[in-house]
Nanobody
Framework: QVQLVESGGGLVQAGDSLRLSCKCT????????MAWFRQAAKAERERVAA????????YYSHSVKDRFTISRDDAKNTTYLQMNSLKPEDTAVYYC??????????????WGQGTQVTVSS
């Protein structure tokens, strides 16, 4: 069984930075793709960044590209999301997820509990 635990969320001002962490425990932590999703109030959950199991391939949504960076440390079974130049529209609950696939939300079968990020203007 795979378990994911996020940390690092909080309340910040526009322009600030935050780093989210996702600690993975279980047998597939270093062999599946990892992704960060977010869900704002009254909005659908969206994938904002992903990194493949080799660590060389990444994906960023248009809304976060050039501001967010995803990385993984397989020795620590931890995936990070460095978020710079935060905007109020980045306010959401952020989830990490892992699975065999890549693009579709249903590809990600294991999910963390989420961490709240709130960006004030």
């Amino acid at each position: 069984q795979v378990q994911l635990v996020e940390s690092g969320g909080g309340l910040v001002q526009a322009g600030d930075s935050l780093r989210l962490s996702c600690k993975c425990t279980g047998p597939t932590c270093s062999t599946y793709a990892m992704a960060w999703f977010r869900q704002a109030a009254k909005a659908e959950r969206e994938r904002v960044a992903a990194i493949d199991w080799i660590g060389g391939g990444t994906y960023y949504s248009h809304s976060v590209k050039d501001r967010f960076t995803i990385s993984r440390d397989d020795a620590k079974n931890t995936t990070y999301l460095q978020m710079n130049s935060l905007k109020p529209e980045d306010t959401a609950v952020y989830y990490c997820a892992t699975g065999l696939g890549w693009s579709r939300i249903n590809d990600y079968v294991y999910w963390g509990q989420g961490t709240q990020v709130t960006v004030s203007s």
